[in-house]
Nanobody, 116 residues
Framework: QVQLVESGGGLVQAGGSLRLSCAATGSIFSISAMGWYRQAPGNQRELVAAITSFGVTNYADSVKGRFTISRGNAQKTVSLQMNSLKSEDSAVYYC??????????WGQGTQVTVSS
């Protein structure tokens, strides 16, 4: 079992920055990749960024050049630095972990609201 706890969401003006963090506890040795998804009202949940245990990253086209994902603290945390935020970035952001056994774990979600 893996537990994920997010922090760092909030309200920011367009063009501003926010940093999201996610701490993993439990069977962290089983995690192969971590990432961030988001879901806006009426939309499907979509991948924002992901990073593997080897540091390979993947970003949605809409956030490339603005967002940076990183892992730290012996692979126990994953962060998302979000710069040049736009109103369309407003959503609930979810931390995600994928284990070696292909099991998905999700955090509870944190709201990001970008005012224009």
């Amino acid at each position: 079992q893996v537990q994920l706890v997010e922090s760092g969401g909030g309200l920011v003006q367009a063009g501003g920055s926010l940093r999201l963090s996610c701490a993993a506890t439990g069977s962290i040795f089983s995690i192969s990749a971590m990432g961030w998804y988001r879901q806006a009202p009426g939309n499907q949940r979509e991948l924002v960024a992901a990073i593997t245990s080897f540091g390979v990253t993947n970003y949605a086209d809409s956030v490339k050049g603005r967002f940076t994902i990183s892992r730290g603290n012996a692979q126990k945390t994953v962060s998302l630095q979000m710069n040049s935020l736009k109103s369309e970035d407003s959503a609930v952001y979810y931390c995600h972990a994928l284990t070696l056994g292909a099991v998905d774990y999700w955090g509870q979600g944190t709201q990001v609201t970008v005012s224009s």
